[in-house]
């Protein structure tokens, strides 16, 4: 009889544990989230980013716009692959439309250090890649617009983020701090 009643005692527990688990993982999503689920949400959230700022500029992006006219062309010089070689003045441009700070700028797997505000941010806090060039724009919606070194991920002009072989990656839960997706094609 007493082992009846522990096998019911163990089950309840195990019931309870079974429980708990799934209560404290829907209700802290974002701790439970892996690196690649949250180098996705950077990604992103910058090409939300990017396309708002876009948006009042004509559909081009700062490295393509004067910075007499809020942009960073000046400031923008390319590596041999295309990628600007300091994002900084880039995303700096950004900042009265983007208005909060969240920070994605650095890939979860980089050990470099996120920065703690627009003010602080540098080149040492940016882990994603700007690729440069005058067709990368709103319309061409299949350019590269963005590079993850670690994982490979591509943002393109579009806003969608896909993998190394432009497959699409799988549909992460958006994180609770976005609450404007942008919808596509607009
Ligand atoms: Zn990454």
Known sequence: ?????????????????????????????????????????????????????????GGAFPFNVSTNDGGARELCESDQDGFAKDSVAIFKSMRANVGEFLSPWVCPLDSKKRAASWDNLMSKNITYRVHLGTNVNVANTNEVLLYCPIHGYLLLSSGDVVDRQRKALPAYPRPFLITKPKPKGD
Request: glycine fraction near 4%.
């Open 1 to 57: 009889m007493k082992t009846i009643v522990r096998i019911i005692m163990a089950f309840i527990l195990l019931g309870m544990c079974v429980w708990t688990y799934f209560y404290l993982r829907n209700t802290f999503p974002v701790s439970q989230r892996s690196p690649e689920a949250y180098c996705f949400d950077n990604m992103w959230v910058l090409g939300v980013y990017f396309r708002e700022w876009a948006e009042d500029h």
